[in-house]
């Protein structure tokens, strides 16, 4: 019997001619679609009008200029130099995605996905969000193009994200509360699907990552991009040649994706994907599905997932939003299994001392999601020699998470 | 014969709709599960949709899902819902249709829970988040071990899609009835009596009727247009009621709340 399945498995495999994902949106064994009947036309439909998008020159030219002129795009690719000089090695760059309008890269997809979804005709978008800033960048492009919007939001990151609950709010978009489970962005993204099971004739649903069904990851990827070519452009007008090496944070992974992808092709240089350690190894202290998790499947996709032996999903916990969540996109698993890419983790604090360092050396607040890529910069940068250069994605700012941190420090604003 | 395929042909020499309750196994108790399966064929119900309780469902709504949630903090695991099944069997023919997310399947790898489950006397399965695109390599291990992978149909389903859900779907096709997830609804839509006539054209299975089926009414109309008749959150809202309470009342309760579902959706009230 296990022999059978096995055999199944590796047909499966064989189909993958190298593009990635393969049609029915596996990534390797990674990926695919599992999820109700009812949602399978859209998703199709959603396939089926993206592709043709994609290759529309019309739908590019005005996602290219709403990135441009609404945006903000380029964002910058900066030199730290006080944070290079302080680690004493290899150059550090900084992409500035918290530059961005809505203060992080959240915004390429859902300005892409907003434009999609009026192509389809629908007239409802929805969203689920963790740190907020998903919620924020899919309200905004909402609000811009005036299509009614909801976010569905766990109550636990209400609270600690306060600040973009209430920016969403005077977005016009209706924030739905979730009560259910962890009361964070898992829970809010099975709010969001079921909603979406029964609204799915009118209403497009923004997944805010690289997870979910196919299309899902395949195409918000595709949104994200935009950061690993600017940075590719950049660097290479800057020192003419490539980084060394790229550290981005993983959560469901879509800035580590965004600035990974158009480099995966260049195997000299290093992709390291830094998860969220919390505060312990042990189940519920952290959000690292890729060092710590199995292979399981969760909203809409198999990857790695950190779940109990009967397949129920942990409890997980970062002091990041963003990060907080027991999956990955499907497209990371495939990464750490073809060794392209390399996954660690930093922890809760080490985390909030890159944040507050970040802040000294350089006049920047990063948020707590990118912290996790300067803390583990600040680790790694010393082994390596001055000649070499290492490109940080600074995926959002830190405005949202200022009140987190006092109060972790000890203070209240 | 499959217990499922058996009842079916029984049922359809008699002209009757097949009733079909759906339970969450450990809802209040994996003991009160089974005293309500038992309880359940005795007023004649004719198959049991087991629901294994997850931690993330999506295509189930609040009722539901709260009694996954109650279920898991009990401490159900998939073992003990197996040992039960077991012991149903030792008294019991009623066919057993298990309500399983693909996660819990995976996890526990496919081939292996289905041999386990077709041995402890479950006769299929419904899994709610796999599409019959991801199916294909399980319904070659449940053909080997002689289980049941019962498919979904959904009023968005198309009909290139549905051509391909009435070849590979067994035992019966599973049709949802409405656009959403489980729960309970005043009206049942318009369009279902159109929708299973254009199902059955193409198939000899029978087609069940689920999600969205709150009342006796309800349960007699559908009970008119299709092959079987699904009623969960309404009895699990019920069991709910009495979970605090002594577990006789509650299987009593639940019992006779049940017995009208029956009748109406055969037709007899």
Known sequence: MEAETKNITEQQEMQCDGTIPDKSGHFGKFGGKFIPETLMPALEQLEREYLLAKNDTKFNEELQYYLREYVGRPSPLYLAKRLTKKLNGPKIYLKREDLNHTGAHKINNTMGQVLLAMRMGKKRIIAETGAGQHGVATATAAAMFGLKCDVYMGEEDMRRQSLNLFKMKLLGTNVIPVKTGSKTLKDATNEALRDWMSSVRETHYIIGSVVGPHPYPMMVRDFQTIIGRETKEQILTLENRLPDCIIACVGGGSNAIGIFYPFIENEEVKLIGVEAGGVGYDVGQHAASLSKGERGILHGSLSYVLQDSDGQTSKVHSISAGLDYPGVGPEHSYLKDEKRAEYVSVTDDEAVEAFNLCARLEGIIPALEASHAIAYTIKFAPSLDKNKIIVVNLSGSGDKDSSEVARKMGMSL | ?269
């Open chain 2, 1 to 269: 014969m499959n217990r499922i395929d058996k009842k079916f042909q029984q049922l359809k020499e008699r002209g009757e709709t097949a009733f079909i309750p759906f339970i969450t196994a450990g809802d209040p108790s994996i003991e009160i599960t089974k005293s309500l399966i038992l309880d359940f064929e005795n007023r004649g119900a004719d198959l049991i949709e087991l629901g294994f309780p997850f931690s993330d469902p999506i295509a189930d709504g609040p009722v539901i899902q709260s009694s996954y949630f109650r279920a898991l903090e009990g401490g159900v695991k998939t073992d003990d819902i197996l040992e039960m099944v077991k012991g149903i069997r030792k008294t019991s023919e009623i066919p057993i249709v298990c309500m399983i997310s693909h996660s819990i399947l995976y996890k526990h790898g496919c081939g292996k829970f289905l041999e386990r489950a077709a041995d402890a006397g479950i006769d299929g399965a419904t899994i709610p988040d796999l599409p019959i695109e991801e199916a294909e390599s399980i319904i070659a291990i449940a053909n080997q071990v002689g289980f049941k992978v019962v498919c979904f149909i959904a009023p968005t389903t198309t009909d290139s899609r549905m051509k391909i859900i009435v070849e590979k779907s067994q035992g019966f096709l599973y049709y949802i009835s409405v656009v959403g997830i489980t729960g309970e609804r005043n009206t049942l839509s318009d369009d279902l009596a159109v929708n299973i006539k254009k199902i059955k054209s193409r198939t000899d299975l029978p087609v069940a009727l689920g999600f969205g089926i709150s009342t006796p009414e309800q349960a007699r109309v559908a009970g008119q247009i299709a092959d079987g008749v699904i009623v969960g959150s309404a009895i699990m809202r019920e069991i709910d009621k009495y979970a605090e309470g002594e577990g006789k009342l509650l299987v009593d309760s639940v019992g006779r709340f049940l017995g009208e579902f029956i009748e109406s959706s055969k037709g007899r009230i």
